[in-house]
């Protein structure tokens, strides 16, 4: 009996330890990396646009990275800061009564990578001006727009 207790286990801590070399091998999410804050970019002088960070942490970066990547388009450009706010900046395609729909599409899939937490989606014009504040609050499971 005692035995088999043991046997049980070792092989839930076997199983445990592949499960988790499989996630962090194969995933790129917000499960499989400890969000560690790097420090951020200094704006400055010698500092363009164009070499501004997607994000402030790993996660965030990728995240960022993978939202420019297919959004076929749409939007030019992201940040994520503090894998709680995400803002992005869309493309002239993006007509004024799509822009509600993309902030609650990113809310969304914002809300899978980094659970847990108040969000803030901030849409900016392809001119860099803020034109929707998007935040959900994760006690009512609500979305505000301002």
Known sequence: MILFQQSRKILATFVLIAVMI??????????SQLDRPTTPSAIGRDVTYAELERGN??????FGNWVVQTSQGLIQDAYVRD???????ISSKVRPT???P???SLVQ???KNFPKQDLKVL???PDKQLILTT????????????
């Open 109 to 111: 899939g914002f809300h």
């Open 135 to 146: 935040e959900y609050d994760t006690q009512t499971n609500q979305v505000k727009y301002t």
């Open 83 to 89: 894998n709680n706010k995400l803002g992005v900046v």
């Open 98 to 100: 799509e822009v509600r």
């Open 57 to 62: 942490t790993s996660n965030g970066q990728s």
């Open 123 to 125: 849409i900016y014009a």
């Open 22 to 31: 499989i996630t962090t091998a194969c995933g790129g999410g917000a499960v």
């Open 102 to 104: 993309l902030a609650k």
